[in-house]
């Protein structure tokens, strides 16, 4: 399974259009109309941000520079002194919370990546198991089709034996008929032997008589 490839330009790309659009490039947004994970398209997203936010370079006169200079520096200072002594203590807890918020959010990017690469891992297996599958259908069919043809051989020679039983009948009868006619000529042979003795015997008695 191969996820979509999200660049630099595409994020930047689909950025443009929601604020073009006017709408607030979110990552759910951007992530809707590019496909990317979140670990992928959160720094080109950040990347996009900081380059819109940068101010147009301005060519000042040099007695306006010195002027604005000399302003800064005094409102500067003027704020700097202000925010040491009203905002320390708001800074220091702003500060912890975006330490803790920075934290949670590596800890929100890992449990991200690993959700991600657990997907992968079963898309991986998913495919595996497509894949053996398949094997296991063209194996299953192939059994199939070495059955079909065993069932036909089967019965190829079923109707072989029952020829060869049918044959074997009419050999018995056929036997049996040469049985009958064999009983027939011996008992022909047998009286034909006994008329034969009967004529010897009457010859040899008409012999005997002529003699005497």
Known sequence: ???KV???EIVSAAANALV???KEP???LIQERTGGSYTTIKPYLE???AERRKAPAVELPLDVQAQGKEFVQRLYAHALRAATESVAEPLARAEAA???AKEQLANVEGEVARLEAVEQAQAAQIDA???KLHD???TAAAQQATLQEKAAAVARLEAQLEQAQRDLAGRDQELAALRASSSAVSGLQSQLEQLQRTVQDLASGDSAAKGG
């Open 1 to 3: 399974m191969v996820k």
């Open 6 to 8: 999200v660049t630099q």
């Open 20 to 22: 073009a659009e006017g």
């Open 26 to 28: 979110t990552f759910r």
């Open 47 to 49: 990347a996009w941000d």
């Open 98 to 100: 975006r330490a803790k």
């Open 129 to 131: 198991l497509s894949s």
């Open 136 to 138: 296991l259908e063209l």
